[in-house]
């Protein structure tokens, strides 16, 4: 059973820069799809980034294009996810979610089979 693990999130103030890291406890993320997704309080949550494994394709929402970055290290088994120019409208709790390897990606709930607990970003005005 693959266990999700999200760090990196935090307090910033507005403009602030935080990055994301994810890794899996006990597997590698090695020829997985790996999501970023959120969810700010009384919201559904949305899709942020994804990158697959093979040749490295990625999708970025629109909310968060220009300022917030996918990256995967694959000696490091980890997705990082860094976000730059962060707003309070950006402010929730951050997933990492596990899907199949297709070579591509999406930004849907349901191509995702494991995600980790969260981890909460809070950007203040």
């Known amino acids: 059973q693959l266990q999700v693990v999200e760090s990196g999130g935090g307090l910033v103030q507005a403009g602030g820069s935080l990055r994301l890291s994810c890794t899996a406890s006990g597997s590698t993320l090695d020829y997985y799809a790996i999501g970023w997704f959120r969810q700010a309080p009384g919201k559904g949550r949305e899709g942020v980034s994804c990158v697959a494994f093979t040749g490295g394709s990625t999708n970025v929402a629109d909310s968060v294009k220009g300022r917030f970055t996918i990256s995967r290290d694959t000696a490091k088994s980890a997705v990082f996810l860094q976000m730059n120019h962060l707003q309070p409208e950006d402010t929730a709790t951050y997933y990492c979610?596990?899907?199949?390897?297709?070579?591509?990606?999406?930004?849907?709930?349901?191509?995702?089979?494991?995600w980790g607990q969260g981890t909460q970003v809070t950007v203040s005005s």
């Open positions: 979610a596990i899907g199949h390897e297709r070579g591509w990606c999406l930004l849907r709930n349901d191509d995702y089979d494991y």
